[in-house]
């Protein structure tokens, strides 16, 4: 795997040497071995790498829309011809199985980049008021921070809109996937982005993290990763009175009614609350069914759980990998025990490693059943392939349950009723609501209520975060 020198960062156009002497090492998932090293950035880098993007503001925010397109589009050319080399970077950093990272890590960002420019072509950028002019024009520096989970759709969600805006960027990726950003940022280097347009600075969140949102010269900071974090990173950046877009934790709840089709309700179900080892904020990680019927829908979970292929990732066959780092195993196995104690009936799984893996940061696929929504994992966000299903008496009380959570990211109804099901998503306290089957989009506004974050990414309400309404009277 061709890495970056690894005391380098990218800022100006260039693979730079940062100023800190530590370097941060990467470990793959799947074999515990150090797999190589990256720069492990300071607070003098983010100054430096601010300093070339508000000079690159400068040129790139007047600079015709249709030339910004045209690189993005060049990007999206060189893209396509290097996903099989993403896919294979992306499972050796996070244990992806690698038929996800190829159907999903590398295509869908490879379709973010081509959504991006057709939005950004056909936005209405200006519109006439009664006598005023109002026009929506490029926020600045945009200082984006952006997860392991999903490290290339993450990074694309935030850098391209914004780069297609006229905003210059200054990125720090995940300390677990730098090595997948930084391919990236040699594409944009070779097809041609002018200097300073787009500026990556590896390194953790306590420094460089806090750098970029505490920064003055960041103009909007838009953020996605664990609540706690987001709440730093706003705290940090209210200093300078900093808008900032945060896409934070989720508890989301997938309620079955008595009358939703258990069949489509679990299969979804399943698919959304195991997705990428449960390692997605959006998971569907509370299952809210009918009493009288948990026991059938407890067994089918079950059912479909057993099907899964926990093992290397970069076997066709896996269909889970590890989770990311020993540091989340542990997390997790924890929060499994936590509900055994509380009294929850484990159903499958459980905190022991999986049976014939040795080495790796796995974790069995576990669902408990009569779960008690005041219990931890009912609460807290997991981030692990953990599911826990929830008794309900009725439609109110089933939306009692879903909106008693600190979250409100996203969530699912399945009844065969649509006024039903459609009253009932109105009611949920959340950003996104599935009914009757788990939506891939990347083209409808995401982001949540409460401690989930607010803004939104994707698509055109994604894009007018990176844009300011300026008014004009004529």
């Known amino acids: 795997m061709q890495q970056v020198e690894k005391h380098l960062v990218y800022m100006d156009g260039e693979w730079t040497p940062s100023t800190g002497r530590e370097t941060l090492a990467i470990v793959n998932p799947a074999t515990e071995e150090v797999i190589g090293e990256s720069a492990s950035g300071t607070a003098e880098d983010v100054a430096k ?27 999206h050319a060189l893209y396509l011809t290097r996903t099989e080399e993403l896919a294979l970077i992306i499972t050796a950093e996070m244990g992806a199985p690698i038929t996800l990272s190829r159907q999903v890590h590398t295509r869908i960002p490879g379709d973010v980049i081509a959504d991006t420019v057709n939005l950004a072509r056909e936005y209405p950028y200006a519109q006439r008021m009664d006598g005023s002019l109002i026009v929506r024009e490029a926020y600045g520096v945009v200082g984006a921070i952006t997860p ?35 391919l990236v940022a040699n594409m944009m280097n070779e097809v041609g982005f002018p200097k300073g347009v787009y500026n990556l600075v590896t390194g953790t969140g306590h420094i460089v993290g806090a750098a970029i949102s ?70 569907w990680t509370r299952m809210v069914v009918p009493r009288r019927r948990i026991g059938e829908i407890t067994e089918r979970c079950v059912a479909i759980a057993k099907r899964h292929v926990v093992g290397d990732p970069l076997d066709p066959e896996t269909t889970m990998g590890p989770v990311v780092s020993a540091r989340q195993r542990d997390t997790i196995m924890g929060l499994i025990r ?16 999986p049976k014939g893996l040795a080495r790796g940061f796995y974790v069995q696929p576990t669902i408990f059943t009569n779960v008690d929504n005041s219990m931890r994992i009912a609460q807290e966000e997991i981030f692990g392939p953990v599911l826990s299903i929830i008794p309900h008496g009725g439609d109110d ?14 969530g699912a ?8 099901a459609l009253c009932v998503a109105r009611r949920l306290r959340t950003g996104q609501v599935d009914i009757n089957g788990y939506k891939l989009t990347i083209d409808i506004p995401f982001g949540g209520y409460k401690q989930s974050g607010y803004g939104r990414c994707q698509g055109r309400y994604g894009f007018e975060e990176f844009l300011q309404i300026k008014s004009i009277q004529l």
């Not at 989970?149 to 996937?177: Q, S």
């Not at 010269?217 to 706003?234: C, I, M, N, P, Y």
């Not at 936590?338 to 490693?353: D, F, K, M, N, V």
């Not at 009844?415 to 039903?420: G, L, Y």
């Open 214 to 283: 505490g920064h003055p010269g960041v103009d909007l900071v838009s953020f996605t990763g664990s609540t706690s974090a987001g709440a730093l990173v706003a705290a940090n950046a209210a200093k300078s009175v900093t808008p900032v877009v945060l896409e934070l934790g989720g508890k989301s709840a997938n309620v079955v009614l008595d009358d939703g089709d258990l069949d489509l309700a679990v299969e979804h179900g399943m698919r959304s609350a195991f997705n990428n080892a449960g390692q997605m904020c959006g998971a």
């Open 397 to 410: 009380d089933a939306i009692r349950i879903a909106n008693d959570s600190k979250y409100g990211l996203r």
């Open 148 to 182: 392991w989970n999903n490290p290339l759709y993450m990074m694309f969600l935030k850098a391209l809109p914004a780069l297609a805006a006229g905003c210059t960027v200054v990125h720090k990726p995940a300390e677990a996937t730098p090595f997948s950003t930084q």
């Open 413 to 420: 109804v399945f009844s065969r009723d649509a006024d039903r």
């Open 49 to 75: 790498a601010v300093d070339c993007a508000r000079r690159a503001f400068a040129h790139w925010s007047q600079r015709p829309l249709a030339e910004r397109c045209d690189w993005l589009e060049r990007l």
């Open 338 to 353: 936590s509900g055994i104690e509380q009294g929850a009936t484990l159903a499958l799984g459980g905190p022991e490693r």
